[in-house]
């Protein structure tokens, strides 16, 4: 199947609170969206995420608990975990990370928990969705020293081009969403000039950071259409390329996408 589509590679379509998930589905086949690929956040979202997967056929899952919930994490979630990645609808461990954004009195067990989940994507051999907020040397850090072979996706990007030119040495992916089409987003529009095409991935991070031109509203798998046109217009390249080739990222990642 040579047709371009697109695939929004990180949605928390279970948070959208104005539309319904049929709503949010036939919005997304309208733009194209054909695939769409739903995080978990908190322990209670594990089993939410992995359901609305089972019950989709162009809904997949990352499993894992956010680094600002990691207070709640239990151990006894590794097994849930590892249970539920036996179906091809759970392609990821995420999203984990650091986050120091919000409250830093925390940050020794993120650290914890952070390493916990590295270790359990790499026994399950799958890759590792990250959130990284205001901690980039030591998520960069941790991920150099604990991740034994998982792909990585370093999930709505936030550093400089030079950051993402050191993730891109180590052979991560940079996954880009709305924030690249706001009007003074300039370190993220130098990113998604600058960036390899083949390390690049799309998102809306739903409900969101909402693109241009709906900013202010929530934000669903359909806008990332918006997200691609906006980095074609940086590179100056047609959409069609950005389409194809992010399209094609997500599949080498994720093979479970091909197979549905």
Not at 46 to 72: R, S
Request: some cysteine; glycine content about 4%.
């Amino acid at each position: 199947m040579n047709e371009t589509y697109l695939i929004d590679t990180h949605s928390h379509i279970n948070m959208i609170e104005e539309i319904s998930i049929d709503e949010i589905l036939k919005n997304a086949e309208e733009s194209n969206v054909r695939q769409i690929i739903v995080p978990s956040a908190y322990p209670s979202d594990i089993d939410v995420v992995y359901n609305l997967a089972q019950q989709h056929k162009n809904i997949f899952c990352y499993l894992g608990v956010h680094p600002t919930e990691v207070k709640d994490w239990d151990d006894s979630l590794i097994e849930k975990i590892k249970d539920y990645a036996k179906s091809q609808k759970v392609v990821g461990i995420g999203e984990i990370g650091l986050d120091y954004y919000w409250d830093k009195s925390f940050n020794d067990l993120q650290k914890e928990i952070f390493i916990k989940q590295i270790k359990l994507a790499n026994e399950l051999n799958l890759p590792i969705n990250i959130h990284d907020r205001e901690a980039h040397k030591e998520t960069f850090d941790i991920l150099k020293q604990h991740n034994k072979g998982s792909k990585v996706i370093m999930h709505c990007f936030s550093g400089s081009s030079e950051f993402a030119k050191e993730c891109i040495k180590e052979g991560w992916y940079v996954a880009l969403g709305g924030v690249v089409t706001f009007k003074n987003a300039k370190k993220m529009k130098e990113v998604a000039e600058e960036i390899p095409l083949e390390y690049l991935l799309l998102e809306t991070d739903a409900p969101y950071l909402t693109p241009v031109p709906f900013r202010g509203k929530e934000n669903q798998p359909a806008y990332v259409k918006f997200v691609a046109v906006e980095i074609a217009n940086l590179r100056k390249i047609s959409v069609e390329e950005i389409m194809h080739t992010t399209t094609e990222n997500a599949k080498f990642l994720f093979p479970a996408l091909k197979n549905f």
